[in-house]
């Protein structure tokens, strides 16, 4: 299989990363850029009786390996020609989907006009309406605060400020970026990969949760009382831009807009975009498994580690919020057990609970218990799996959760939201009822519960996790 065609199968592949069941399926054209209709894309299915070590070994030879795992079935996608690709490593693919793409996107009225799209889905201004808003109700309990420029912005081609906002009962001293806080912090991140819209809709509702149960709701308002809370609802604006040009037929965008390593991604077959993968780009093991270097590759991981300034800027963001309090150099080298804060990242739509190390399942940190009894407790509360990423999907480096662990020994977690019920809520684009109807209900008390730990994360273990 030639190279090029290698990185358009890895780069289609993430086009539906964890997408066996979407409900509408399309690949992602890259922003500034038109496309006609392009060939038709499957969805395989692969049965494995080394599940774990096929899937590193179809990412390490170019093959878009989906999010999701149904027992030993792992997913790819791909065009005909990856079929019989597959074929001749001794694999029997069999098409579960068959995915078309757009044509050139057009906004849709509802995006325009209100800063939804899709039933919705709430763009990048609407997200940030939506801070403001918040801020402005409840001046005693939220600030808003902004922490860089995605790149389009600091390219002068429009783009957004980045934002977060901290909710707490506001004290004298809360919320300063000062990582001696008198609170520990819980922080919440979302669409790093921009089209798993679901994510995103989660950290809305959890702001909101937050500011409208202050003293109505007695956990809400001890913790509230006790704790800050920051969110980044979008922390990869451009690219949530990009997915809601599509209207009611969101475009797929994984990556940021960041097109400076090969503008050319995007305009072929409909199975390529430009940008980075920033979930691949921070500047811990970068470069290690599950990554790739072709920059139309869905797991691109830029041209160095923190190349990216949405990255880069979010980790100054956390550098602000969180002592470094892992001083070891190895891998093994625990963050001490006084230690407070916890950080949470949404993904989508694996059903998983995963935490660090994620760039290899060889190697455990030396918080391990701690963490794996958090993650236990939350995987129990959303009826997911839970496991280094390596141990239940497969191996990937450069990270959020692992970075906020590795340079600042700070608990972190990748909370993968997915359909585990059979509800017709699976994929990037699940239809918006969704939201309030089946994964709300999950994702609220799994983060209620994460956030109460956040005074002592490692303090907990497999005796004390079920305990609230």
Not at 244 to 254: E, F, S, T, Y
Not at 316 to 343: I, Q, W
């Amino acid at each position: 299989m030639s190279r090029k065609r290698l990185a358009g199968i890895a780069a289609a592949a993430a086009v539906a990363l964890g997408t066996a069941l979407l409900p509408q399926a399309v690949a992602a054209p890259a922003p500034r850029h038109q496309q006609e209709v392009a060939p038709a894309q499957y969805v395989y299915r692969l049965h494995s009786a080394h599940p774990q070590q096929d899937a590193q070994n179809l990412l390490g030879k170019g093959y878009d390996l989906l999010e999701r795992r149904q027992g030993d079935d792992l997913f790819v996608l791909g065009d005909a020609a990856t079929g019989s690709a597959l074929r001749t490593l001794g694999l029997a693919p069999a098409v579960v989907r068959t995915i078309t793409h757009p044509t050139a996107p057009q906004r849709s009225r509802t995006a325009a006009d209100d800063g939804t799209f899709y039933g919705g889905y709430h763009t990048v201004d609407g997200q940030y309406a939506h801070l403001d808003q918040v801020a402005a109700a409840h001046p005693d309990l939220a600030t808003v605060v902004t922490y860089g420029q995605s790149w389009l912005k600091q390219q002068g081609q429009g783009g957004h400020d980045l934002k977060a906002i901290c909710i707490t009962k506001l004290r004298s001293g809360d919320c300063r970026l000062n990582p001696s806080s008198a609170k520990p912090r819980f922080f919440l991140m979302s669409q790093i990969h921009a089209r798993e819209l679901t994510t995103g809709e989660m950290s809305y509702r959890w702001i909101d949760a937050l500011t409208s149960g202050y003293g109505t709701d007695p956990a809400i308002t001890q913790l509230m009382d006790t704790t800050e809370m920051w969110v980044v609802p979008d922390a990869n604006p451009d690219g949530v831009d990009i997915v809601a040009q599509g209207g009611d037929n969101p475009i797929l965008q994984r990556k940021n807009a960041d097109d400076s390593a090969d503008p050319s991604c995007g305009t072929g077959d409909g199975s390529e975009q430009i940008g980075v993968d920033l979930n691949r780009n921070a500047g811990t093991h970068w470069g290690a498994s599950g990554t790739s270097t072709q920059p139309c590759s869905e797991v691109y991981g830029g041209p160095a580690a923190d190349s990216e300034v949405e990255n880069t800027a979010l980790e100054g963001l956390f550098r602000e919020l969180y002592p470094a309090v892992r001083t070891g150099t190895s891998t093994s080298a625990p963050a001490p057990v006084t230690a407070n804060g916890m950080m949470i990242t949404l993904h989508s739509d694996a059903s998983m609970v995963l935490f660090p190390w994620e760039y290899s399942a060889r190697v455990h940190t030396g918080n391990d218990t701690a963490l794996r009894a958090l993650a236990a407790k939350m995987a129990s509360i959303t009826g997911y799996q839970y496991g280094q990423a390596g141990q239940i999907l497969y191996n990937a480096a450069g990270g959020t959760d692992d970075w906020t662990y590795d340079k600042l020994g700070l608990a972190s977690f990748t909370i993968e939201i997915g359909d585990v019920d059979n509800r017709g809520c699976d994929g990037f684009t699940p239809p918006f009822s969704c939201q309030d109807s089946y994964f709300w209900p999950k994702i609220e008390p799994a983060l209620l519960y994460a956030a109460q730990h956040a005074a002592a994360p490692y303090r907990t273990t497999s005796a004390t996790a079920a305990k609230r």
